[in-house]
Protein backbone atom coordinates (compact mmCIF):
# COMPACT_ATOMS: atom_id res chain seq x y z
CA UNK A 1 0.00 0.00 0.00
CA UNK A 2 1.03 3.16 -0.82
CA UNK A 3 1.95 5.85 1.60
CA UNK A 4 0.08 9.06 2.34
CA UNK A 5 3.41 11.02 0.76
CA UNK A 6 3.73 8.82 -1.92
CA UNK A 7 0.46 9.40 -2.77
CA UNK A 8 0.44 12.97 -2.69
CA UNK A 9 3.37 14.07 -4.96
CA UNK A 10 2.90 16.72 -7.27
CA UNK A 11 -0.17 17.87 -5.57
CA UNK A 12 0.24 21.27 -4.20
CA UNK A 13 0.72 22.05 -7.65
CA UNK A 14 -2.31 20.28 -8.83
CA UNK A 15 -4.30 22.30 -5.91
CA UNK A 16 -2.55 25.45 -7.20
CA UNK A 17 -4.03 25.19 -11.38
CA UNK A 18 -7.13 24.22 -9.85
CA UNK A 19 -7.13 27.76 -7.61
CA UNK A 20 -6.15 29.39 -10.34
CA UNK A 21 -2.23 29.29 -9.59
CA UNK A 22 -2.05 30.36 -6.11
CA UNK A 23 1.02 29.44 -3.64
CA UNK A 24 0.51 25.92 -2.20
CA UNK A 25 2.53 24.72 0.56
CA UNK A 26 2.91 21.05 1.65
CA UNK A 27 4.14 20.29 5.60
CA UNK A 28 4.38 16.95 6.72
CA UNK A 29 2.64 16.73 10.78
CA UNK A 30 4.64 14.91 13.13
CA UNK A 31 2.87 12.28 15.05
CA UNK A 32 1.04 8.59 15.56
CA UNK A 33 -0.61 9.09 11.60
CA UNK A 34 0.21 10.53 8.78
CA UNK A 35 -0.81 14.17 8.78
CA UNK A 36 -0.29 16.60 5.95
CA UNK A 37 -0.43 20.42 5.83
CA UNK A 38 -1.71 22.40 2.96
CA UNK A 39 -1.57 25.77 3.21
CA UNK A 40 -3.05 27.68 0.53
CA UNK A 41 -1.88 31.69 -0.81
CA UNK A 42 -4.38 34.07 0.45
CA UNK A 43 -6.19 31.47 2.47
CA UNK A 44 -3.09 30.81 5.19
CA UNK A 45 -5.31 30.90 8.50
CA UNK A 46 -7.61 28.54 7.17
CA UNK A 47 -5.09 25.00 6.14
CA UNK A 48 -6.32 21.90 5.21
CA UNK A 49 -5.13 19.00 6.75
CA UNK A 50 -4.96 15.46 4.75
CA UNK A 51 -4.49 12.40 6.67
CA UNK A 52 -4.87 8.43 5.57
CA UNK A 53 -6.12 5.66 7.17
CA UNK A 54 -5.78 1.71 5.81
CA UNK A 55 -9.27 2.95 3.90
CA UNK A 56 -9.70 6.06 3.35
CA UNK A 57 -7.92 9.33 3.13
CA UNK A 58 -9.87 12.38 4.84
CA UNK A 59 -8.73 16.58 3.86
CA UNK A 60 -10.12 18.04 7.07
CA UNK A 61 -10.43 21.85 7.63
CA UNK A 62 -10.68 23.29 11.60
CA UNK A 63 -13.80 25.92 11.51
CA UNK A 64 -14.38 27.03 14.87
CA UNK A 65 -14.33 25.90 18.80
CA UNK A 66 -17.42 24.95 20.58
CA UNK A 67 -16.57 27.73 22.40
CA UNK A 68 -16.63 29.97 19.35
CA UNK A 69 -20.38 29.86 19.10
CA UNK A 70 -22.69 32.15 20.10
CA UNK A 71 -24.61 29.93 23.12
CA UNK A 72 -28.17 31.12 22.42
CA UNK A 73 -27.68 30.14 18.83
CA UNK A 74 -25.79 26.82 18.71
CA UNK A 75 -29.05 24.41 18.61
CA UNK A 76 -29.88 26.53 15.62
CA UNK A 77 -26.15 26.62 14.19
CA UNK A 78 -26.42 22.43 14.84
CA UNK A 79 -29.62 22.10 12.75
CA UNK A 80 -27.92 24.23 10.42
CA UNK A 81 -25.13 22.44 9.80
CA UNK A 82 -27.03 19.11 9.43
CA UNK A 83 -29.10 20.65 6.63
CA UNK A 84 -26.36 22.15 4.90
CA UNK A 85 -24.53 18.91 4.99
CA UNK A 86 -26.37 17.00 1.50
CA UNK A 87 -26.17 20.52 -0.56
CA UNK A 88 -22.10 21.00 -0.22
CA UNK A 89 -20.22 19.84 -2.53
CA UNK A 90 -17.87 17.02 -1.68
CA UNK A 91 -17.72 18.19 1.90
CA UNK A 92 -19.33 17.33 4.79
CA UNK A 93 -19.66 19.23 8.64
CA UNK A 94 -18.09 16.99 11.68
CA UNK A 95 -17.98 17.41 14.97
CA UNK A 96 -14.07 16.08 16.65
CA UNK A 97 -13.56 16.90 20.08
CA UNK A 98 -14.60 20.32 20.98
CA UNK A 99 -13.87 21.56 17.23
CA UNK A 100 -16.12 21.74 14.61
CA UNK A 101 -14.83 20.35 11.06
CA UNK A 102 -15.47 20.54 7.22
CA UNK A 103 -13.99 17.41 5.74
CA UNK A 104 -14.36 15.57 2.41
CA UNK A 105 -13.45 11.54 2.59
CA UNK A 106 -12.05 10.05 -0.58
CA UNK A 107 -10.92 6.05 -1.14
CA UNK A 108 -7.34 4.77 -0.23
CA UNK A 109 -7.19 4.61 -3.82
CA UNK A 110 -7.75 8.20 -5.25
CA UNK A 111 -5.17 10.03 -7.27
CA UNK A 112 -3.53 12.77 -6.43
CA UNK A 113 -5.43 14.72 -8.87
CA UNK A 114 -8.62 13.65 -7.11
CA UNK A 115 -7.29 14.91 -3.72
CA UNK A 116 -6.26 17.85 -5.20
CA UNK A 117 -9.85 18.47 -6.44
CA UNK A 118 -11.11 17.54 -2.96
CA UNK A 119 -8.60 19.74 -1.23
CA UNK A 120 -9.33 22.82 -3.50
CA UNK A 121 -13.13 22.13 -3.01
CA UNK A 122 -12.27 22.11 0.56
CA UNK A 123 -10.91 25.07 1.20
CA UNK A 124 -13.45 27.03 -0.96
CA UNK A 125 -16.65 25.33 1.08
CA UNK A 126 -14.62 26.09 4.50
CA UNK A 127 -14.14 30.23 3.32
CA UNK A 128 -17.88 29.81 2.19
CA UNK A 129 -19.22 28.43 5.02
CA UNK A 130 -17.21 30.53 7.59
CA UNK A 131 -18.63 33.58 6.02
CA UNK A 132 -22.01 32.80 5.86
CA UNK A 133 -22.34 31.30 9.59
CA UNK A 134 -20.43 34.01 10.85
CA UNK A 135 -23.18 35.49 12.59
CA UNK A 136 -23.54 32.26 14.79
CA UNK A 137 -19.69 32.87 16.07
CA UNK A 138 -18.78 34.99 18.75
CA UNK B 1 -24.07 -4.11 18.88
CA UNK B 2 -22.94 -2.12 15.67
CA UNK B 3 -19.88 0.30 15.78
CA UNK B 4 -21.79 3.20 15.23
CA UNK B 5 -24.68 1.77 17.81
CA UNK B 6 -21.43 1.72 20.48
CA UNK B 7 -20.55 5.48 19.11
CA UNK B 8 -24.05 6.83 19.81
CA UNK B 9 -23.82 5.22 23.27
CA UNK B 10 -20.47 6.90 24.21
CA UNK B 11 -21.39 10.35 22.87
CA UNK B 12 -23.79 10.17 25.45
CA UNK B 13 -21.96 9.40 27.64
CA UNK B 14 -18.76 11.88 26.81
CA UNK B 15 -17.73 12.88 23.58
CA UNK B 16 -13.68 12.96 25.13
CA UNK B 17 -13.64 9.48 25.95
CA UNK B 18 -14.97 8.04 22.65
CA UNK B 19 -11.49 8.47 21.20
CA UNK B 20 -10.24 6.08 24.42
CA UNK B 21 -13.08 3.64 24.11
CA UNK B 22 -14.39 2.90 20.38
CA UNK B 23 -10.99 3.10 18.81
CA UNK B 24 -9.30 1.04 21.39
CA UNK B 25 -6.39 -0.49 19.84
CA UNK B 26 -7.74 -4.13 21.42
CA UNK B 27 -11.09 -3.29 20.53
CA UNK B 28 -9.83 -2.93 16.73
CA UNK B 29 -7.67 -6.11 16.92
CA UNK B 30 -10.62 -8.15 18.26
CA UNK B 31 -12.81 -7.45 15.24
CA UNK B 32 -9.74 -8.17 12.71
CA UNK B 33 -9.51 -11.60 14.49
CA UNK B 34 -13.43 -12.36 14.03
CA UNK B 35 -12.60 -11.17 10.37
CA UNK B 36 -9.36 -13.32 10.12
CA UNK B 37 -11.44 -16.28 11.76
CA UNK B 38 -14.50 -15.74 9.30
CA UNK B 39 -12.02 -16.33 6.22
CA UNK B 40 -10.53 -19.48 7.89
CA UNK B 41 -14.04 -20.78 8.14
CA UNK B 42 -14.51 -19.70 4.65
CA UNK B 43 -11.56 -21.53 3.13
CA UNK B 44 -12.19 -24.59 5.10
CA UNK B 45 -16.02 -24.62 3.61
CA UNK B 46 -14.52 -23.97 0.42
CA UNK B 47 -12.19 -26.95 0.75
CA UNK B 48 -14.74 -29.42 2.13
CA UNK B 49 -17.40 -28.18 -0.70
CA UNK B 50 -14.88 -29.23 -3.24
CA UNK B 51 -14.05 -32.70 -1.95
CA UNK B 52 -18.11 -33.19 -1.10
CA UNK B 53 -19.15 -31.59 -4.73
CA UNK B 54 -16.69 -34.41 -6.03
CA UNK B 55 -18.01 -37.35 -4.01
CA UNK B 56 -21.60 -36.55 -5.33
CA UNK B 57 -20.31 -36.75 -8.74
CA UNK B 58 -18.72 -39.95 -8.33
CA UNK B 59 -21.79 -41.10 -6.57
CA UNK B 60 -23.92 -40.07 -9.45
CA UNK B 61 -21.57 -41.90 -11.78
CA UNK B 62 -21.53 -45.08 -9.57
CA UNK B 63 -25.74 -44.77 -9.76
CA UNK B 64 -25.48 -44.90 -13.58
CA UNK B 65 -22.85 -48.00 -13.22
CA UNK B 66 -24.91 -49.85 -10.93
CA UNK B 67 -28.44 -49.29 -12.82
CA UNK B 68 -26.41 -50.10 -16.17
CA UNK B 69 -25.43 -53.44 -14.80
CA UNK B 70 -28.41 -54.41 -13.26
CA UNK B 71 -30.15 -53.49 -16.73
CA UNK B 72 -27.56 -55.95 -18.35
CA UNK B 73 -27.71 -58.58 -15.92
CA UNK B 74 -31.74 -58.47 -16.50
CA UNK B 75 -31.33 -59.29 -20.26
CA UNK B 76 -28.80 -61.91 -19.38
CA UNK B 77 -31.28 -63.65 -16.90
CA UNK B 78 -34.15 -64.03 -19.17
CA UNK B 79 -31.80 -65.27 -21.70
CA UNK B 80 -31.07 -67.93 -19.43
CA UNK B 81 -34.58 -68.75 -18.48
CA UNK B 82 -35.34 -68.62 -22.11
CA UNK B 83 -32.45 -71.85 -23.10
CA UNK B 84 -34.33 -73.04 -20.04
CA UNK B 85 -31.11 -72.82 -17.59
CA UNK B 86 -32.74 -72.00 -14.12
CA UNK B 87 -29.30 -72.51 -12.02
CA UNK B 88 -28.11 -69.96 -13.94
CA UNK B 89 -30.78 -67.30 -14.41
CA UNK B 90 -30.67 -68.09 -10.25
CA UNK B 91 -27.09 -66.74 -10.13
CA UNK B 92 -27.71 -64.18 -12.01
CA UNK B 93 -30.66 -62.64 -10.46
CA UNK B 94 -28.28 -63.21 -6.59
CA UNK B 95 -25.66 -60.58 -8.71
CA UNK B 96 -28.86 -58.30 -9.36
CA UNK B 97 -29.69 -58.05 -5.74
CA UNK B 98 -26.29 -57.39 -4.70
CA UNK B 99 -26.61 -54.62 -7.41
CA UNK B 100 -29.73 -53.40 -6.32
CA UNK B 101 -28.52 -53.10 -2.82
CA UNK B 102 -25.40 -51.42 -3.92
CA UNK B 103 -27.55 -48.86 -6.19
CA UNK B 104 -29.69 -48.24 -2.80
CA UNK B 105 -26.41 -47.47 -1.03
CA UNK B 106 -25.03 -44.96 -3.83
CA UNK B 107 -29.28 -42.91 -4.05
CA UNK B 108 -28.63 -42.30 -0.33
CA UNK B 109 -24.98 -41.02 0.14
CA UNK B 110 -25.80 -39.50 -3.22
CA UNK B 111 -28.74 -37.40 -1.35
CA UNK B 112 -26.41 -37.10 1.35
CA UNK B 113 -24.02 -35.07 -0.43
CA UNK B 114 -26.58 -32.90 -2.03
CA UNK B 115 -27.32 -32.14 1.49
CA UNK B 116 -24.34 -31.15 2.67
CA UNK B 117 -23.07 -28.91 -0.78
CA UNK B 118 -26.42 -26.91 -0.10
CA UNK B 119 -25.18 -26.63 3.53
CA UNK B 120 -21.71 -25.65 3.01
CA UNK B 121 -22.75 -23.03 -0.23
CA UNK B 122 -25.07 -22.02 2.90
CA UNK B 123 -22.12 -21.44 5.15
CA UNK B 124 -20.03 -19.64 2.49
CA UNK B 125 -22.59 -16.78 2.17
CA UNK B 126 -23.01 -16.31 6.03
CA UNK B 127 -19.79 -16.13 6.78
CA UNK B 128 -19.17 -13.81 3.81
CA UNK B 129 -21.72 -11.89 5.06
CA UNK B 130 -20.34 -11.37 8.08
CA UNK B 131 -16.56 -10.47 7.06
CA UNK B 132 -18.26 -7.76 4.90
CA UNK B 133 -20.25 -6.22 8.13
CA UNK B 134 -17.24 -6.72 10.13
CA UNK B 135 -14.64 -5.45 7.68
CA UNK B 136 -17.17 -2.31 7.85
CA UNK B 137 -16.79 -1.68 11.86
CA UNK B 138 -13.40 -2.37 11.72
CA UNK B 139 -13.38 0.81 9.10
CA UNK B 140 -15.08 2.62 11.58
CA UNK B 141 -13.39 1.85 14.63
CA UNK B 142 -10.15 2.70 12.53
CA UNK B 143 -11.09 5.82 10.84
CA UNK B 144 -12.35 6.85 14.00
CA UNK B 145 -9.22 6.42 15.67
CA UNK B 146 -7.24 8.19 12.78
CA UNK B 147 -8.83 11.52 13.04
CA UNK B 148 -8.61 11.79 16.64
CA UNK B 149 -5.16 10.91 16.39
CA UNK B 150 -4.71 13.71 13.93
CA UNK B 151 -6.85 16.26 15.36
CA UNK B 152 -4.33 15.50 18.57
CA UNK B 153 -0.93 15.68 16.32
CA UNK B 154 -2.36 19.30 14.69
CA UNK B 155 -2.99 20.38 18.16
CA UNK B 156 0.33 19.43 19.27
CA UNK B 157 1.93 20.83 16.10
CA UNK B 158 -0.01 24.42 16.68
CA UNK B 159 0.91 24.22 20.60
CA UNK B 160 4.62 23.68 19.69
CA UNK B 161 5.33 25.90 16.68
CA UNK B 162 3.68 28.94 18.69
CA UNK B 163 1.26 29.88 16.12
CA UNK B 164 -1.65 29.54 18.36
CA UNK B 165 -4.99 29.06 16.51
CA UNK B 166 -7.42 32.53 15.94
CA UNK B 167 -10.55 32.48 16.29
CA UNK B 168 -12.94 31.46 13.19
CA UNK B 169 -14.11 35.55 12.77
CA UNK B 170 -10.36 36.82 13.33
CA UNK B 171 -9.46 34.10 10.61
CA UNK B 172 -12.21 35.26 7.96
CA UNK B 173 -11.06 38.63 8.53
CA UNK B 174 -7.67 38.43 7.75
CA UNK B 175 -8.28 36.36 4.95
CA UNK B 176 -11.36 38.95 3.79
CA UNK B 177 -8.65 41.86 4.47
CA UNK B 178 -5.80 40.35 2.10
CA UNK B 179 -8.65 39.85 -0.68
CA UNK B 180 -9.91 43.67 -0.48
CA UNK B 181 -6.08 44.69 -0.44
CA UNK B 182 -5.55 43.01 -3.28
CA UNK B 183 -8.29 43.98 -4.79
CA UNK B 184 -7.52 47.45 -4.03
CA UNK B 185 -3.97 46.93 -5.29
CA UNK B 186 -5.21 45.93 -8.51
CA UNK B 187 -7.77 48.60 -8.98
CA UNK B 188 -4.71 51.42 -7.97
CA UNK B 189 -2.13 49.16 -10.22
CA UNK B 190 -5.15 50.05 -13.10
CA UNK B 191 -5.38 53.53 -12.26
CA UNK B 192 -1.60 54.56 -12.20
CA UNK B 193 -1.65 52.79 -15.67
CA UNK B 194 -4.42 54.66 -17.16
CA UNK B 195 -2.98 58.07 -15.48
CA UNK B 196 1.11 57.30 -16.22
CA UNK B 197 1.11 54.40 -18.93
CA UNK B 198 0.96 53.50 -22.20
CA UNK B 199 -3.08 53.90 -22.09
CA UNK B 200 -2.21 57.74 -21.37
CA UNK B 201 -0.10 58.27 -23.54
CA UNK B 202 -1.86 56.57 -26.31
CA UNK B 203 -5.57 58.40 -24.90
CA UNK B 204 -3.03 61.99 -25.28
CA UNK B 205 -2.09 61.05 -28.87
CA UNK B 206 -5.96 60.31 -29.78
CA UNK B 207 -6.79 63.45 -28.38
CA UNK B 208 -4.45 65.36 -30.17
CA UNK B 209 -5.34 63.21 -33.48
CA UNK B 210 -1.92 61.40 -33.72
CA UNK B 211 -2.16 57.39 -34.69
CA UNK B 212 -3.67 54.94 -36.41
CA UNK B 213 -6.73 54.58 -34.82
CA UNK B 214 -7.31 58.47 -35.65
CA UNK B 215 -8.76 57.62 -39.25
CA UNK B 216 -10.21 54.19 -38.97
CA UNK B 217 -13.92 55.51 -39.51
CA UNK B 218 -13.08 57.28 -42.64
CA UNK B 219 -11.02 54.17 -43.95
CA UNK B 220 -13.69 51.88 -43.16
CA UNK B 221 -16.47 54.47 -45.05
CA UNK B 222 -13.79 54.48 -48.16
CA UNK B 223 -13.67 50.82 -48.50
CA UNK B 224 -17.82 50.69 -48.18
CA UNK B 225 -17.93 53.60 -50.84
CA UNK B 226 -15.61 51.70 -53.37
CA UNK B 227 -17.57 47.89 -52.41
CA UNK B 228 -20.62 49.65 -53.52
CA UNK B 229 -19.05 51.27 -56.91
CA UNK B 230 -17.48 47.93 -57.71
CA UNK B 231 -21.23 46.50 -57.17
CA UNK B 232 -22.85 48.99 -59.38
CA UNK B 233 -20.65 48.38 -62.21
CA UNK B 234 -20.64 44.79 -62.07
CA UNK B 235 -24.23 45.43 -62.72
CA UNK B 236 -24.16 47.36 -65.73
Known amino acids: MKSLQERIVGLDVLISARLGG ?13 VVQAVIGGREELPIFITASDDQILCICYLW ?9 RVELLELLLDLNPSIPLSSFGHVDNRYVLYGALTQDARADDIACDVATLSDNALDALEALSSYLL | MSVIGKMVTLLRG ?5 GDSIVDANGAR ?19 LTGVMAKEMQSAREIERARAEIERLEKLAVEALDKEKADLAEEV ?26 RLKDLIKTSEARIREQEREVQIAKTTENVYKATQAISENIGATGSK ?21 MTAAETLDKEFGLKALEAKLAEAGIGENIHRKEQVMERIRARREAAAEAKA
Open chain 1, 65 to 73: TEAEIVPEK
Open chain 2, 30 to 48: IYEQEVLDARNAIAKAKGE
Open chain 2, 165 to 185: LISAKESLERIKKRHEDLADR
Open chain 2, 93 to 118: AAKIAEQEAELDAQTQSHANYAIQVG
Open chain 1, 22 to 34: VSVSLQPIPGAVP
Open chain 2, 14 to 18: SAREL
